[in-house]
């Protein structure tokens, strides 16, 4: 009985560790094949990767203006949403208890089962729609949400696990070679590359807008 209760312990702490060595191992052996001045910047967009606000549309293209290549900085954060996938496959109820994720997991499943429509377009759409999900460059829209959400409209972990790994690779590698392809237009044509760059300003701005209206008209359906 206590051998038994010993490997189930050992077994929960494995999978509760491995996702954490194998992303901490891959994002050092990275960063030390990285030139030495990248080094530092790399590890350091990394890292904020993990804070709001930043993102995907935010580090991604960060990256690059510091001299990492496209491809490298893509599939690094890429690999980050997959890591936290892995980790929530094994450990999602876990994950609940830890302080700030379990209160963010919380606040993610209230919203999920409340009468917001925010995630329910996704339901008819299951396996695609969490990898378009998990592709859109906006804030909120990671492995961690990503897991979160496909859990909540009934898929399975592991399909859950490679929806995300999908999204995250072709979104990433996507926001990857347009902020390079922007970049080059930039420094070709300074005044095209600024138009271009007011242009997409000004959609992300009417996209926050048009969401923060739903929101208020959804809150206010809700009171009345």
Known sequence: MKIGLNSKLIITFLKFIIPILIGIAVVLTVGYFLDDYLRLRYWSLITAYFFPPFGKETVIPAGIVA?????????????????????LVYNYDLAKKIPFVGKFIGRIEKIGRSS??????????????????VMVPFQGSGGLVGSIVGRLI??????????????????????????????SVLVKNLLLGVMILIIILVIGIMIFISKKTKKMMNDQKNIN
């Open 67 to 87: 001299g990492i290549h496209p491809t490298t900085i893509a599939l690094s954060i890429a690999f980050v949403d997959i890591i936290v996938a892995l980790f």
């Open 116 to 133: 917001s429509d925010k995630y329910r377009w996704l339901k008819p759409l299951r396996f695609i729609g969490i990898i378009l999900f």
């Open 154 to 183: 009934g898929m399975k972990r592991w399909t859950v696990f490679i929806a995300i790994s999908i999204g995250a690779i072709v979104g990433c590698l996507l926001i990857g070679y347009f902020a390079d392809a922007i970049l």
